[in-house]
C-alpha cells in the first residue's frame, strides 16, 4: 500500500474494487417515491485506497474556478471543478459556462474507479464525469438539480467523495398541488395528507463512499453541500453522468 500515483500509468493504479470489509458500510435503497430513488453506499471503497485516490485527485486533475452567471450575476464558482467525457458526446453547459472535455485517455486511472461503479451498478453505463473540490467549509454548491437536457429524464448519476466529510441535503421541489387535485376533483388538503411526508433526506458524504440518485430525482428534488465554518478540509466529489 505505498505505491505512489503517476497519471497514465495504470501499474500504480489502487485497482478499486468494491471494500470486501465493508461491515456498517452496507448498501442503503431510499425510496423517495413517484420514481425516485437513492442508494448510499457509506464505504464503496476501502478507506485506504480511498486517501490514495484522493492524493492523486488533488494532484494530477488540472482543476479551475470559474466565473459563472447565477441569477444573471457573474460569480466565481465556489469551487473547483474539471470535465472528463467519452470522445463526440454533446458539450456540456451549466450556469453559462461550457467546461473543457478533458478524456478518460487523459486520465487512465480514473477509467478504473468508473470499472468499479459500472460493476456495482449492473445496466449502468456512464461516459462523463464532472468532478468536484471544495477547499474547507467555504465551498460549496447551492441548490440545483441535474436536470440538463443532455442527460434525459431519468439520469442515473452516481457520486462519489473523498476527503472531509460534507453534509449532502435533498429537498423536495414543490409541487403542483392545485393543478395535480384539478386533474382527479379531489380537494387540495385531502390529496395533501395522502403524499409521502418526508420531502427533505441528509447524508454525511464519508470518505470512499457513493451515493446514487436515480429515477426522477432530478426533475423532482434538488440537492446541495451547504457551507459549513467546521469543515477545515478539503473534500473531493466525483460524479459519474451518462450524455445521451
Ligand atoms: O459534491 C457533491 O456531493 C455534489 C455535487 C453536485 O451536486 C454536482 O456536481 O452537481
Not at 185 to 192: F, L, S
Amino acid at each position: 500500500m505505498n505505491f505512489k500515483f503517476k497519471a497514465g500509468s495504470k501499474s500504480t493504479n489502487p485497482n478499486p474494487s468494491p471494500n470486501p470489509n465493508n461491515e456498517g458500510g452496507k448498501r442503503q435503497s431510499i425510496d423517495l417515491g413517484n420514481g425516485s430513488d437513492l442508494i448510499y453506499i457509506p464505504r464503496f471503497l476501502a478507506f485506504e485506497e480511498s486517501w490514495k485516490w484522493f492524493d492523486y485527485l488533488n494532484k494530477e486533475i488540472p482543476w479551475t474556478r470559474p466565473t459563472i452567471r447565477v441569477f444573471g450575476r457573474s460569480c466565481v464558482q465556489p469551487r473547483d471543478t474539471c470535465y472528463v467525457a467519452s470522445v463526440g458526446l454533446p458539450e456540456l453547459s451549466y450556469s453559462g459556462y461550457q467546461p473543457h472535455a478533458y478524456t478518460w485517455d487523459d486520465y487512465p486511472p480514473l477509467k478504473d474507479i468508473l470499472d468499479a461503479v459500472h460493476k456495482a451498478l449492473p445496466g449502468s453505463s456512464f461516459n462523463s464525469l464532472l468532478l468536484n473540490r471544495y477547499k474547507g467549509g467555504n465551498d460549496y454548491v447551492g441548490w440545483h438539480s441535474d436536470d440538463e437536457k443532455l442527460y434525459g429524464s431519468t439520469p442515473e448519476i452516481a457520486s462519489i467523495s473523498f476527503g472531509c466529510e460534507r453534509e449532502f441535503f435533498l429537498k423536495k421541489k414543490p409541487s403542483k398541488v392545485s393543478q395535480d387535485s384539478r386533474s382527479n376533483g379531489e380537494p387540495v388538503n385531502k390529496r395533501a395528507k395522502k403524499s409521502s411526508s418526508v420531502d427533505h433526506h441528509s447524508f454525511t458524504l464519508k470518505h470512499g463512499s457513493m451515493l446514487v440518485m436515480r429515477g426522477y430525482t432530478q426533475r423532482d428534488w434538488v440537492h446541495s453541500v451547504p457551507k459549513r465554518a467546521k469543515a477545515d478540509a478539503t473534500r473531493i466529489n466525483l460524479t459519474f453522468r451518462h450524455v445521451i
